[in-house]
């Protein structure tokens, strides 16, 4: 299972969860957040190995302007978190771009909305619906996850925090990829509890071992 830090700005704070060694760490590059960043500098992007994913959140950004800023940024994946159509998605992907596609999951929606964004993009992610486009620190129902039948991995946000380990273990989706961690474990907008979630991360990785051993 692979793992996703969201939300970071902070050089010290990513210093720190470097040394966590988290699979991909987010950048939020939408005006609107708490934890946005209007680029990576380049002082950070030194303290990223490159065994680090960076992913680019961006929100109904303007093609031309995500491509410039994916580019600068020398980000690895983009993560759609708008409302961006599948022909948006697929001008990307004709530039050979790696794509994380958001989809806001409630009691209502409809997984077969997912189908056609499948050729476009190479990963989704399930977050919670809310009155904020992300961020909302709140879970939706996670059986409902068993309704997507789709062939595509997803990542699983919205609202995990240190006492949802168990419950991500007992996820047995075929497809069930990595989870995005952002508000359960900030002690501010952009800046993570590195203590809290070390031991987050040890447990859920000791767990994998012990259960695949």
């Keep these: 299972m692979k793992i996703k830090v969201c939300g970071m700005k902070d050089k010290d704070n990513i210093d720190q969860l470097v040394r ?25 992007l030194t303290l990223i190995p490159d065994r680090i ?33 599948p022909e948006y ?19 209502c929606f409809d997984f077969n909305k997912t189908e056609e964004y499948g050729p476009c993009c190479d990963y989704f992610l399930f977050d919670t619906a809310g009155a904020k486009a992300g961020g909302n620190g709140t879970k939706f129902n996670w059986e409902l996850l068993n309704q997507y039948e789709g062939a595509r991995p997803f990542f ?29 474990f900030e002690i501010g907008p952009g800046k993570k509890d590195i203590g809290k979630l070390g031991i987050f991360i ?12």
Excluded: M
């Design 20 to 44: 966590l060694n988290p699979d991909y760490i987010g950048f939020i590059f939408h005006p609107q957040s708490k934890r946005f960043v209007d680029k990576i500098d380049q002082d950070l």
């Design 89 to 107: 998605c697929f001008e990307l992907k004709k530039l050979k771009i790696p794509i994380i596609k958001t989809f806001k999951i409630n009691q």
């Design 156 to 184: 699983l946000s919205g609202g995990i925090g240190p006492k949802d380990l168990l419950s991500i273990l007992r996820i047995s989706h075929p497809k069930f990829f990595g989870i995005d961690v952002n508000s359960g």
């Design 202 to 213: 040890n447990e859920l990785r000791q767990s994998q071992i012990n259960t695949n051993f």
């Design 53 to 85: 994913k960076k992913v680019g959140v961006f929100v109904d950004e303007p093609l031309n302007s995500i491509v410039e800023k994916y580019l600068r940024n020398k980000i690895n994946i983009l993560q759609l978190h708008g409302n961006e159509i």
